[in-house]
C-alpha cells in the first residue's frame, strides 16, 4: 500500500453533540490536507457536528439509540453498515464506542479496528458505574479487539496502560489546529471587545468550557474571586454549553463569590475563536483533561494561559504558560495574578510569539491529519512480517536483504532474535527488534520450554500476520509458538539441518530423533510453507514425516547482492585459495588445513588463507589451541572475523568450502557472483551451489587429499579456472541474484496472505 491509497475510514462515535472529541474529529474529516474517505456512524442522533460534517461532504450515519442505552436494532444495523461498507479501517471515539464498535466491527469480519482514547482517565472514579465498568472491559479485551490504540496525550496514555490497556498498541496523536483560522487578529480583538463592551485597558480573563463537574467552573470563580482583590477591574467571560443564566448551580456559584458584576455568560457560541482573540489570558480550571484543545487555541491566536495541571495542559504550555495544582483555588489564584502582571511586558510578549510557534511546530492541523494517515494506512496495510531467527548477527548477514524488501512492499517488519551485540544495527535500520531468551546448546529442557513460551506470548502481543523463522530453533519453538498463538501463516526456512543431523554417534542420534518429531510438531501448522535451499534436506525431512504435499518450497540460497560482489580479473601473483567459513570441524576446516600441509612447497606458491573465527558454543566448534597451532605452523594464513568478504575475493583465485552438510552456503554463491572457481564437497547444500565440472569441482567429504589435488589441479591451470569463474558468475545472475531471491519470497508472502 502507497502513501497515495486513498482509505475508506468508518468512525464510530456515540454522538455528534458539542465535545471535544468531535470537534476533533469534525476537524480531522474537514482539513484541506485530508485525502482519504470517511463515513461517520453515530451511534445516536446527528447533534451538532452531523450537519456541519455533511455539509463538508462527509457520510454521516446515524443509528438513533438513545444516549446511554444500545438497542439490538441499533446493533444489528450498525454490523449491516460495517459489512455493507467493508472499510479499511474502522476508528472508534471513546469508551462505548471503543467497545461497542470494536466488537461489532470485529464481528463484521474488519480487523483494522482503531480505539480512541480521549479522556486522562483521572477522575475515571467520578464517572458512572457504566463508564467504569466499559472501561474496565476495554482493558480486559484490549489485546483481542483493537489492532490500534490512538491516545490524544501522553498523561492519557500512560495511565490507561497502567489499568491494562495493551501498551504495545498505543500511538499519542496530539490534536491539531487549523492555524489559518487560530491566529492572533487585532481587528477581531477591539471588535469582539466592543460587542462586549470590555475596553482595552481592562483586564479579561476567559474560559472555554462547557458545564461539567470534570472542568471544575467553582476552583475557576474562586481563584477569579480571590484575584478580584488585588485586580479590581477584572473581568471573566464564560462560554460553553449551559454556561448561561439559565444554569443555576453556576448562577448560586457566582453569587456566592460576588462576581454578578464581573462576569460575562456567553452560552454556547460558534464564534470561538474571535471571543478567543479578545482574552487576555485564558484559564483552564479542569480537575480532569485528556488533551486540552482551548490551551493550544489560546496559544495559536496570542493569549496567555493558566492551567492546572491536568492531563497534557502543562506538557502543550511547557514554560511559556503558569502552571497551578488542580482543585487548588488559591494556587490557581497565584498563577493568574503573576500572570496578570507580565501584560504589556517585553517578557509576555515574547511568550506569546514563543506560544504560537510551539503550536506550529507541535500541534499544527497537518501534523495530526498525517499522523493519522500513517496511523490507518499502518493497520489497512498491517502485514506484519515477524522474523524469528536466532542470532542478529545472522538476520544482518542472510536477511537483511528479504526484511529491506518486504519492508519496501508494505510490510511491518519484526526481527525476534536472541540479544547481542549487533542488535542496536537492526534497530538503527528502522526495525522493530524484540529480544528472545535463547540458547545456542539447547542443553536445559526448561530453559528450551521458556524459549518457545516467549515465542508464544511475542506472536500474541505482537499479531504478525506471518512468522518467518529461520534457523533451527526459532523454526522448532517459533513454529509450534505460531500454532499455539493461532498466527494466521507460517514459513519455516531450513537453511541446512546442521549438525544435529550429520554423523551416526548415538547422542546425535537421540537429539536427532527428538529435533525430527519437533519438526513434525512445527511444521504441522495448517497455513505454512517450508522453504529448503537443497533437495538433500528437502527428502530427509520428507522421510521423516515432517511434510504434507504441496508445503515445500525450494529457494536456492539466501541470494547475492551482484553489484557488492562484482565480478574481476584474478590478480598477478601466486594463486590464493580461500576459505571463508565459521571454524567449525562439520564444516571441513580441519581438512582444509590438512590440504593445505599436503602441497606446502608446491611450485605455484600456493596460498591457503582462512577467513573466520571458532563459535565456542556450537560443540563443533574449533578450539582456540588448534586455532593457534595451525597459526604458529604457518600452513594456513589465519585472518579471523572480516567483513570485507568481496575485497577477499577478489585477491584470491579459487574458493573453497568442503563442508559435511550445509543448506546451501552464502560463501560460496558469493565467490560465484565475484567470478572465482569453486572447490567443494559432493554434499547436500554444496553440490547444489555449484554446476560440477562448469563452475566447480566436487570432492568426497572429509578427504583432505582429493581437496588438495582439486585445489593443486586449478591452481597449475588458470585457464580452467577462469572459465568455471566466468560461469559462476553466470550463474550467480541467472540463480543467485538477491533480487531474484526477494521476489520469490515476497510472491511467497503474498500467496499466504490472499488465503
Known amino acids: 500500500m502507497t502513501d497515495t491509497t486513498v482509505l475508506h475510514i468508518v468512525h464510530i462515535i456515540s454522538g455528534l453533540g458539542h465535545g471535544g472529541a468531535e470537534t476533533v474529529l469534525h476537524r480531522l474529516l474537514t482539513a484541506p490536507e485530508q485525502k482519504d474517505r470517511h463515513t461517520v456512524i453515530s451511534m445516536t442522533d446527528a447533534g451538532v457536528f452531523g450537519p456541519r460534517l455533511r455539509e463538508a461532504g462527509v457520510n454521516v450515519l446515524t443509528l438513533d439509540m438513545p444516549s446511554g442505552r444500545l438497542t439490538w436494532s441499533g446493533l444489528r444495523e450498525m454490523y449491516r453498515l460495517l459489512r455493507q461498507l467493508s472499510p479499511d479501517v474502522v476508528q472508534t471515539w471513546m469508551y462505548h464506542a471503543d467497545l461497542v464498535g470494536g466488537v461489532v466491527a470485529r464481528l463484521a469480519g474488519i480487523r483494522a479496528v482503531s480505539w480512541g482514547i480521549r479522556n486522562s482517565g483521572a477522575n475515571l472514579h467520578k464517572a458512572s458505574r457504566v463508564s467504569r465498568a466499559i472501561a474496565w472491559l476495554c482493558a480486559r479485551t484490549s489485546g483481542v479487539i483493537p489492532a490500534g490504540i490512538v491516545a490524544c496525550a501522553d498523561n492519557a496514555a500512560h495511565r490507561h496502560k497502567s489499568w491494562g490497556y495493551r501498551a504495545n498498541l498505543f500511538r499519542v496523536i496530539p490534536n491539531g489546529y487549523d492555524l489559518s483560522r487560530w491566529k492572533p487578529d487585532p481587528e477581531v480583538r477591539l471588535r469582539m471587545r466592543s460587542q462586549l463592551h470590555v475596553s ?67 452560552g454556547r457560541r460558534d464564534d470561538v475563536p ?97 499522523a493519522y494517515r500513517a496511523h490507518w494506512h499502518e493497520l489497512a496495510g498491517r502485514r506484519r512480517l515477524m522474523f524469528a531467527i536466532n542470532n542478529p548477527a545472522f538476520f544482518l548477514s542472510h536477511r537483511l536483504p528479504l526484511a529491506l524488501a518486504a519492508r519496501e512492499a508494505g510490510f511491518d517488519v519484526h526481527v525476534a532474535t536472541m540479544d547481542g551485540p549487533t542488535v542496536p544495527q537492526i534497530q538503527a535500520l528502522g526495525f522493530r527488534h524484540h529480544v528472545i531468551p535463547m540458547s545456542r546448546s539447547g542443553r536445559n529442557p526448561f530453559r528450551e520450554f521458556l524459549t518457545m513460551l516467549a515465542f508464544r506470548r511475542l506472536f500474541i502481543q505482537q499479531r504478525p500476520a506471518i512468522v518467518h523463522a529461520v534457523t533451527i530453533k526459532p523454526l522448532l519453538y517459533g513454529g509450534i509458538a505460531a500454532r499455539l498463538a493461532k498466527v494466521p501463516a507460517f514459513i519455516g526456512a531450513v537453511s541446512g539441518l546442521g549438525f544435529v543431523f550429520t554423523g551416526g554417534d548415538p547422542k546425535r542420534n537421540l537429539i536427532r530423533w527428538a529435533a525430527t518429531r519437533l519438526y513434525r510438531l512445527a511444521l504441522g501448522h495448517p497455513h505454512s510453507r517450508v522453504i529448503f535451499q537443497n533437495s538433500g534436506d528437502r527428502d530427509m525431512l520428507q522421510a521423516a514425516g515432517a511434510l504434507r504435499p504441496g508445503q515445500v518450497v525450494m529457494i536456492r540460497g539466501s541470494g547475492v547482492d551482484l553489484n557488492e560482489f562484482p565480478a574481476l580479473p584474478e590478480p598477478s601473483g601466486a594463486p590464493v585459495a580461500i576459505m571463508v567459513s565459521r571454524l567449525l570441524h562439520d564444516k571441513g576446516v580441519n581438512e582444509f588445513v590438512e590440504a593445505a600441509r599436503l602441497t606446502r612447497g608446491h611450485p605455484s606458491g600456493l596460498r591457503w588463507v582462512l577467513v573466520g573465527s571458532p563459535d565456542v558454543i556450537n560443540p563443533a566448534s574449533v578450539n582456540e589451541e588448534t586455532l593457534k597451532a595451525w597459526q604458529q605452523e604457518g600452513v594456513v594464513e589465519c585472518l579471523g572475523e572480516r567483513t570485507d568478504i568481496a575485497e577477499l575475493y577478489q585477491s584470491s583465485h579459487i574458493a573453497v568450502l568442503p563442508s559435511y552438510r550445509e543448506g546451501l552456503p552464502k560463501s560460496l554463491i558469493e565467490a560465484a557472483a565475484s567470478g572465482r572457481a569453486v572447490v567443494t564437497t559432493d554434499v547436500p547444500g554444496c553440490r547444489d551451489a555449484i554446476e560440477p565440472g562448469e563452475t566447480g569441482v566436487l570432492v568426497p567429504a572429509r578427504d583432505a587429499q582429493a581437496l588438495a589435488e582439486a585445489v593443486v589441479r586449478l591452481a597449475e591451470n588458470p585457464e580452467l579456472r577462469q572459465q568455471m569463474g566466468r560461469a559462476g558468475r553466470q550463474l550467480a545472475e541467472r540463480v543467485f541474484d538477491i533480487r531474484l531471491v526477494q521476489q520469490a519470497h515476497l510472491q511467497l508472502y503474498e500467496s499466504l496472505l490472499k488465503r
Open 200 to 266: 482595552l485597558d481592562t483586564p479579561l480573563v476567559g474560559c472555554i468550557a462547557r458545564w461539567n463537574p470534570l472542568k471544575d467552573h467553582a476552583n475557576l470563580l474562586a481563584a477569579v474571586a480571590r484575584s478580584a482583590q488585588t485586580h479590581p477591574k477584572l473581568k471573566l467571560v464564560l462560554v460553553g454549553h449551559q454556561v448561561d443564566e439559565n444554569n443555576t448551580q453556576l448562577m448560586s456559584l457566582i453569587e456566592r463569590y460576588g462576581l454578578r458584576d464581573r462576569v460575562l455568560l456567553l
Open 274 to 370: 474571535d471571543i478567543m482573540k479578545a482574552l487576555d489570558i485564558h484559564v483552564l480550571s479542569s480537575c480532569a483533561e485528556g488533551f486540552p484543545n482551548v490551551v493550544a487555541e489560546a496559544m495559536a491566536v496570542g493569549v496567555a494561559n493558566v492551567v492546572t495541571d491536568v492531563g497534557d495542559a502543562s506538557r502543550i504550555v511547557s514554560t511559556l504558560g503558569w502552571v497551578a495544582p488542580a482543585q487548588n483555588s488559591e494556587a490557581l489564584s497565584d498563577a493568574l495574578n503573576q500572570a496578570l502582571a507580565q501584560l504589556g511586558t517585553p517578557d509576555m510578549a515574547t511568550r506569546l510569539q514563543k506560544g504560537r510557534e510551539r503550536v506550529a511546530r507541535f500541534f499544527s492541523l497537518s501534523a495530526m491529519v498525517e
